[in-house]
């Protein structure tokens, strides 16, 4: 997730995943344009064949492809997470005093990506110890790691005898 703004009232965070986007959009977009040119061509069973695959490549695209946003705003004092793709939209609200912390949390399985590091996701902690995932998949994203601390220092209080006290 990367910062998109952080003021003292605000602090936005989006994920977009790019990537993603473009390593199954484009050989979806591909293989359709491909099952068009050979059902022109007269070859249908290879077309059905090109359309089978660029239509599982579009459903791939629908569940996989999501756009997350994480507003915290203490002007209407509310944490709200949203998460949208082809699927629809989903969000919650959350009251921004109980957000204890953030943290960066392991996939349970133990899963690791292709170059060894583990996966992991940034969440929030409430006061209750409730865990809120800002994003739906664990990932190896750095900008994950700088969102977490964005989050910890934008959370910190500013000064006084509360923050010297949260340090320890």
């Keep these: 997730m990367q ?5 003292s009232s605000r602090l936005v965070l989006r994920a977009r995943p790019g990537l993603l986007l473009l ?3 484009g050989p979806c977009l591909v293989l359709a344009l491909i099952a068009l040119a050979k059902l022109a061509q007269g070859a249908t069973e290879e077309a059905g064949k090109a359309a089978l695959v660029a239509a599982l490549m579009a459903l791939a695209f629908a569940v996989f492809v999501r756009w997350e946003e994480v507003i915290f705003d203490r002007a209407t004092g509310d944490v709200l997470i949203t998460s949208r793709g082809l ?3 989903r969000g919650s609200r959350h009251p921004l005093d109980a957000i ?3 943290r960066m949390e ?3 399985d133990g899963d690791r990506s292709k170059s060894g590091k583990p996966l992991a996701r940034p969440v929030l902690v409430t006061a209750e110890g ?3 995932p800002l994003r739906w998949a664990y990932t190896v994203d750095p900008s994950d790691d700088a969102a977490v601390s964005a989050i910890r220092a934008w959370l910190a209080p500013q000064g006084g005898k509360k923050g010297r006290a949260a340090k320890r």
């Design 3 to 7: 910062v998109i703004e952080k003021t």
């Design 23 to 25: 390593l199954i959009g």
């Design 87 to 89: 699927l629809g939209r």
């Design 100 to 102: 204890r912390s953030a």
């Design 106 to 108: 392991s996939d349970p």
């Design 130 to 132: 409730r865990v809120l």
